[in-house]
C-alpha cells in the first residue's frame, strides 16, 4: 500500500483536524487498492454479513453525507436507509463498482473540505443530535475522524482475510 502522511502542513487546530481526517479518507482508498469486483462484496466475518469493502466505502460516503449535509446544513435526510432497513447504504454497495463508490466518496470529499474551509469550527449544526445537543463543525470532524479510522481497522481486517495484504 503507498505510504500517506497524517503530518499537517501547519499547527493550527483546523489544519491538524482536516490533516487527520483526510489521511483516514486517504487510507481508505489505500486498503482498497487492487482489490477485485468480486473481493469487494465478499462479507467474511460470520456475525457480520453487511461488512465488505463495498459496504464499508459506501457507509463511509453515506456517513459523511449525513454529518455534513444533514446534522450540520440541516438538509432534508436524501440518503438510502429507511427505517425498515437502516443499513442499506452496506447492503446497497455490492451493486456498485468498488471503484465507483471510491471515486463518488473522494469527488464528496472534496465538497466537504470547501464546506469546512467555509466555515468557522465553532459554527453549530443546523440540526440537534443525541438529545437535543446542537455539535459545532468541530465537534463533527473530530467524529468523521473517529469513525473513519474505526472502519479503517475494519478493512485492514477484510483485506488481511481476502488476500493476506496488510499495512499502515
Not at 45 to 57: D, I, N, Q, R
Not at 124 to 152: F, M, Q, S
Request: net charge negative; hydrophobic share 40%.
Amino acid at each position: 500500500m503507498n505510504r500517506i502522511d497524517d503530518t499537517p502542513t501547519a499547527w493550527d487546530e483546523r489544519t491538524q483536524l482536516t490533516t487527520f481526517l483526510d489521511y483516514a479518507r486517504d487510507t481508505v482508498r489505500a486498503k482498497c487498492e487492487g482489490v477485485s469486483a468480486e473481493n469487494a462484496r465478499k462479507a467474511l466475518l460470520p456475525g457480520s454479513p453487511l461488512m465488505t469493502l463495498s459496504g464499508l466505502v459506501n457507509h463511509l460516503r453515506w456517513v459523511e453525507y449525513h454529518w455534513f449535509q444533514v446534522v450540520f446544513l440541516g438538509e432534508e435526510d436524501q440518503g438510502p436507509w429507511t427505517d425498515d432497513d437502516p443499513d442499506r447504504e452496506m447492503r446497497i454497495a455490492v451493486d456498485f463498482p468498488l471503484a465507483q463508490l471510491l471515486d463518488e466518496y473522494a469527488e464528496q470529499s472534496a465538497r466537504y473540505r470547501d464546506l469546512v474551509a467555509a466555515n468557522d469550527l465553532d459554527a453549530t449544526a443546523k440540526r440537534t443530535v443525541r438529545g437535543g445537543v446542537h455539535v459545532d463543525l468541530r465537534w463533527i470532524l473530530l467524529h468523521l475522524a473517529e469513525e473513519t479510522a474505526r472502519h479503517n481497522g475494519h478493512l485492514d481486517i477484510l483485506r488481511e482475510l481476502l488476500d493476506g495484504t496488510t499495512g499502515d
